[in-house]
């Protein structure tokens, strides 16, 4: 069954996050992702070795499926330039736009969600560093691959140096393609529509769009296959670690709070002094809101016993129900005017 939140679950979430802090925090993950891929270039010779030593390994397991896909895409362009604008393009929007839909309605998953793929970046920036890897359409045409995007590259906005806009490729690392960071970033979208999708439209795309973006980085010889199991392992590994990632926050956020001398709302926990005010607020309540209506007597020499109806007046000569009055006591309404027999006659004087 989908997850739902409660509105209280969903209005503490939202007092906690902010989009202006969220997306200078968003923006600035991009840009060391962006600037890992452009300094983890490595030697090219040796990104070329890593890629043959992949192919070698795949076509031992025979698990070697992009060279059919490629030759698929390559010879129907019907399915090879869609492709190619799938891979150009979805990578950049669907995934900030899951981030938007998780801020706005389910913002009390958004945190950890954000923790997970956030995680799971930084640890792929490892891999490009460690293992620069030649992708397959980069490889000497004797092994059989053909880059669609440089083939199909008159039908988008992309030259022949992978998805970056013409006279821009020198601005990406072509060398990054271990591990796969778009079926990594695709896995974690599915997973997202999957668990918090109400619709059954949502979890069916939270299943194709993971499965059609790794045929797709095969099918355009920009990734292997073992490129992409990479990617998904690397989110299982965010995923086990974005907990920890979380409560580290939370304790230097602590931290800086007890140095600066204010006292921290952690995990929608109200500051001391807001819950003495709920506190000191339900007493006045309770002393006011007696039933019966009728008011509490004072105690014993506080001349400033609160009144339940204090600044409430009424009218000359109008009378509520069961008000006390001042001559009775605190008892019921008296039965009868003091001027009053019960006749409609003048009570005789005494």
Same mark, same amino acid.
């Given at each position: 069954?989908?997850?739902?939140?409660?509105?209280?679950?969903?209005?503490?979430?939202?007092? #906690?996050?902010?989009?202006?802090?969220?997306?200078?925090?968003?923006?600035?993950?991009?840009?060391?992702?962006?600037?890992? #891929?452009?300094?983890? #270039?490595?030697?090219?010779?040796?990104?070329?070795?890593?890629?043959?030593?992949?192919?070698?390994?795949?076509?031992? %397991?025979?698990?070697?499926?992009?060279?059919? %896909?490629?030759?698929?895409?390559?010879?129907?362009?019907?399915?090879? =330039?869609?492709?190619?604008?799938?891979?150009?393009? %979805?990578? $950049?929007?669907? /995934?900030?736009?899951?981030?938007?839909?998780?801020?706005?309605?389910?913002?009390?998953?958004?945190?950890?969600?954000? /923790?997970?793929?956030?995680?799971?970046?930084?640890?792929?920036?490892?891999?490009?560093?460690?293992?620069?890897?030649?992708?397959?359409?980069?490889?000497?045409?004797?092994?059989?691959?053909?880059?669609?995007?440089?083939?199909?590259?008159?039908?988008?906005?992309?030259?022949?140096?992978?998805?970056?806009?013409?006279?821009?490729?020198?601005?990406?690392?072509?060398?990054?393609?271990?591990?796969?960071?778009?079926?990594?970033?695709?896995?974690?979208?599915?997973?997202?529509?999957?668990?918090?999708?109400?619709?059954?439209?949502?979890?069916?795309?939270?299943?194709? $769009?993971?499965?059609?973006?790794? =045929?797709?980085?095969?099918?355009?010889?920009?990734?292997?296959?073992?490129?992409?199991?990479?990617?998904?392992?690397?989110?299982?590994?965010?995923?086990?670690? +974005?907990? %920890?990632?979380?409560?580290?926050?939370?304790?230097?956020?602590?931290?800086?709070?007890?140095?600066?001398?204010?006292?921290?709302?952690? @995990?929608?926990?109200?500051?001391?002094?807001?819950?003495?005010?709920?506190?000191?607020?339900? +007493?006045? @309540? #309770?002393?006011?809101?007696?039933?019966?209506?009728?008011?509490?007597?004072?105690?014993?020499?506080?001349?400033?016993?609160?009144?339940?109806?204090?600044?409430?007046?009424?009218?000359?000569?109008?009378?509520?129900?069961?008000?006390?009055?001042?001559?009775?006591?605190?008892?019921?309404?008296?039965?009868?005017?003091?001027?009053?027999?019960?006749?409609?006659?003048?009570?005789?004087?005494?």
């Amino acid at each position: 069954m989908p997850q739902t939140e409660t509105p209280d679950i969903e209005a503490a979430s939202r007092a #906690r996050l902010r989009w202006w802090t969220e997306l200078p925090l968003i923006l600035l993950v991009y840009a060391c992702y962006s600037a890992g #891929r452009l300094l983890a #270039r490595g030697d090219v010779s040796s990104a070329v070795d890593h890629g043959l030593t992949i192919l070698r390994v795949e076509k031992f %397991l025979h698990i070697n499926a992009e060279h059919p %896909l490629n030759r698929l895409f390559t010879r129907e362009a019907w399915l090879g =330039i869609p492709a190619d604008f799938w891979y150009a393009s %979805l990578h $950049y929007l669907v /995934t900030p736009a899951i981030l938007i839909w998780l801020f706005r309605s389910r913002s009390a998953h958004y945190r950890a969600a954000r /923790t997970w793929l956030m995680t799971s970046t930084f640890i792929g920036l490892i891999g490009f560093t460690l293992l620069p890897t030649c992708p397959p359409r980069l490889l000497s045409a004797g092994h059989g691959f053909v880059d669609t995007m440089a083939q199909y590259s008159s039908y988008g906005w992309w030259g022949g140096e992978a998805s970056a806009p013409r006279g821009m490729g020198g601005m990406t690392n072509q060398y990054a393609a271990m591990p796969s960071l778009h079926v990594g970033w695709a896995l974690w979208c599915g997973v997202m529509l999957w668990r918090h999708g109400r619709t059954p439209a949502a979890k069916a795309a939270g299943v194709i $769009y993971p499965l059609v973006t790794t =045929i797709v980085v095969m099918g355009t010889a920009n990734h292997y296959f073992l490129d992409a199991v990479a990617g998904a392992a690397v989110m299982g590994v965010g995923f086990l670690l +974005a907990p %920890l990632v979380n409560r580290a926050a939370d304790h230097a956020k602590a931290a800086f709070a007890d140095r600066s001398g204010s006292v921290p709302s952690i @995990s929608g926990v109200a500051p001391v002094s807001e819950v003495s005010a709920v506190s000191e607020a339900s +007493a006045v @309540s #309770r002393v006011s809101g007696t039933s019966g209506g009728s008011s509490p007597s004072a105690a014993p020499g506080d001349a400033r016993a609160p009144i339940v109806s204090g600044g409430c007046q009424t009218s000359t000569g109008e009378r509520i129900p069961r008000q006390r009055d001042a001559r009775f006591g605190s008892g019921a309404e008296p039965s009868a005017s003091p001027t009053d027999a019960g006749d409609g006659a003048p009570a005789p004087a005494r």
